[in-house]
């Protein structure tokens, strides 16, 4: 299993961007996929997970400015993140997790927010 972040980037405080992890298969059959970051010098953190049925669950730095969804066709997780901040800042990663067959992890994705 191959999972491709993309979309990060440089942008200002208040800003948004729109991170896509693509998937090399189906991702219908993953029981879990989640954002998670980490902040140079940091632990890597949760940032939102999604079900093969739609519930999401958010951290709580996040809630209210950050959306995940998933696409099903295009075997495909989104995160659209609005009202950017300086402490968003890190490199973002996408985890598929399957109860039969394990968890995934993507290269991550940098994304850099300025003051």
């Known amino acids: 299993v191959q999972l491709q972040a993309s979309g990060g980037g440089l942008v200002e405080a208040g800003g948004s961007l729109r991170l896509s992890c693509a998937a090399s298969?189906?991702?219908?059959?993953?029981?879990?996929m989640a954002w998670y970051r980490q902040a140079l010098g940091k632990q890597r953190e949760l940032v939102a997970t999604?079900?093969?049925?739609?519930?999401?669950v958010y951290g709580g730095s996040v809630r209210g400015r950050f959306t995940i969804s998933r696409d099903n066709a295009d075997k495909t997780i989104y995160l659209q993140m609005n009202s950017l901040k300086p402490d968003d800042t890190g490199v973002y990663y996408c985890?598929?997790?399957?109860?039969?067959?394990?968890?995934?992890w993507g290269r991550g994705t940098q994304v850099t927010v300025s003051s």
């Open positions: 985890k598929a997790i399957s109860l039969q067959s394990g968890a995934y």
């Open positions: 999604i079900t093969n049925t739609g519930s999401t």
């Open positions: 298969i189906g991702i219908s059959r993953f029981n879990h």
